[in-house]
């Protein structure tokens, strides 16, 4: 959610829904959020982060989740990630992010304060804290321009995005998925099938992320198209899970009640 956006400070709230509604549109915010996993959350916040370049400041502040995103954030900013992607001192289950590239890490880690707020309900006290922050930062009015990083988007090539029919259909040599919604169970299912239509590996649980990351390490999938198309799968089978509206695989999710339990 945005605010003053010549605010140097972003807010993360971790798990804490209610205190978005007291901080937006703050001035003394330039943008505040909730991450609520260790890996895929904080990858895609960071590179938003980096990609503002008048951020100066992230608050971590709100309820703490299962997943220790808050410490993993923390840990991020002080330590980076191993040859592997993880975390390094990271206590959650699961800190891989194979998808944060090396300058976007290096631009959190140098660029951006971490402020550990951890814990901190008040939204009276996280306002004035930002608004200390921000002060002493300065707005990004007043602040000269990341020169670099400027020069740098301005190069930056722009490319209209077009789809591709040909690697739509292209087969993955390895097989094909089926993805379905386990209603009563409050689950995903994906059924991997090989060229011969045998089925080779049924993959269950909760959401997209954590199916698409098993999938993914165990190699199940060789084309980046299949990958693409199957990660909107799983968003959207997902999606009419927790809203409660009927999911059929390749079809558009349909506003009314599922027609059956299995989708």
């Known amino acids: 959610m945005f605010g003053n956006l010549e605010s140097p400070v972003a807010v993360c709230t971790l798990g804490s829904r209610s205190l978005l509604a007291d901080l937006v549109a703050r001035p003394e915010i330039a943008i505040a959020g909730r991450v609520f996993t260790e890996n895929v959350g904080i990858e895609r916040m960071v590179q938003n982060v980096a990609g503002m370049t008048t951020l100066r400041v992230l608050v971590v502040c709100g309820r703490e989740t299962p997943h220790a995103v808050g410490q993993t954030i923390l840990a991020l900013h002080a330590n980076g990630l191993d040859a592997d992607h993880r975390v390094i001192g990271s206590t959650a289950p699961e800190p891989f992010m194979p998808n944060l590239r090396p300058d976007q890490l290096r631009t959190f880690q140098r660029r951006v304060q971490v402020v550990d707020m951890i814990g901190e309900l008040d939204p009276a006290t996280i306002i004035a804290r930002s608004g200390e922050l921000a002060a002493s930062v300065g707005t990004a009015a007043a602040r000269a321009e990341d ?35 386990d209603r009563p169970n409050g689950l995903l299912r994906v059924e991997h099938y090989n060229q011969r ?19 993914a390490r165990r190699g199940l999938v060789t084309l980046l198209a299949h990958a693409v198309y199957l990660g909107r799968e799983l968003g959207r089978a997902e999606s009419a899970l927790r809203l409660n509206v009927d999911y059929e695989q390749d079809r558009p999710l349909m506003n009314h009640p599922p027609m059956d339990a299995h989708g």
């Open 197 to 215: 239509h045998e089925l080779q590996h049924v993959v269950e649980g909760a959401g997209a992320a954590e199916i698409g990351q098993t999938l």
């Open 147 to 181: 020169g670099e990083a400027v020069r740098s988007a301005d190069r930056a090539e722009r490319i209209k995005a077009t789809l591709d029919q040909r690697s739509a259909w292209e087969y993955d040599p390895i097989g094909y998925f089926l993805v379905f919604v």
